[in-house]
């Protein structure tokens, strides 16, 4: 159990749950959004699992091509006892158009603590480029960055699938965390392009409550 502790501990630390938001919640509309998956990993004497991080939260259009939206990690809390919050914000600088993608930028403040041993803070940032297509699919790639204030950044490059139908979507995206460092750990090891990063698979789903426009 020490291991799969560990495992964790270093997940949150490594890549968060969220899939990538490939378009801003339209204004007048509200995104109910959870999100699961992470890096996978092998543990000796047990098998290759995805970690099973997760985030629960709400997503608001606030203008025609910017939103806001705040989140709480469900897995830190849970096993952990550690609060995990995030606020950030999505604009979408160019729209789709033909086979000209829509680019869109995210912003997001993350914060955990302990109550006991102090409080930590990352931000990551992330650029999505997205085609939408036959009214239900989405494909899109996306790279993205989360600072630690006292440690290396960690990046990511990620690519994913956009099923969408009437209020509801689902996201499926494969995502290589930090795709030019050796990331093999004599405790945990992370399952990469030969020892190259880790490789994972996240989990989107979302609700849509508003006509929004």
Request: charged share 15%.
């Amino acid at each position: 159990m020490r291991v799969v502790a560990r495992l964790l501990l270093i997940a949150i630390l490594f890549g968060c749950a969220h899939v990538t938001k490939t378009r801003p919640t339209p204004k007048g509309a509200v995104d109910v959004e959870l999100h699961a998956g992470g890096p996978m990993a092998y543990i000796p004497g047990l098998a290759t699992i995805p970690v099973p991080l997760s985030a629960l939260g709400v997503s608001i259009g606030v203008l025609d091509m910017l939103d806001v939206s705040a989140h709480l990690h469900l897995t830190s809390l849970a096993l952990f006892g550690v609060l995990g919050v995030d606020a950030g914000a999505s604009v979408m600088p160019l729209a789709q158009d033909g086979a000209r993608p829509a680019i869109t930028l995210t912003g997001r403040l993350y914060g955990f603590t302990n109550f006991r041993s102090g409080f930590a803070a990352y931000l990551e940032t992330e650029a999505s480029v997205s085609w939408r297509y036959a009214r239900f699919f989405g494909t899109y790639a996306a790279v993205d960055g989360l600072f630690q204030f006292k440690a290396p950044p960690i990046f990511t490059i990620a690519v994913g699938q956009e099923l969408i139908i009437g209020r509801f979507a689902m996201q499926l995206e494969g995502r290589w965390y930090q795709p030019f460092a050796d990331t093999y750990y004599p405790i945990v090891q992370w399952v990469g392009i030969g020892r190259q990063g880790a490789f994972g698979l996240v989990l989107g789903f979302r609700v849509r409550f508003g006509e929004g426009r």
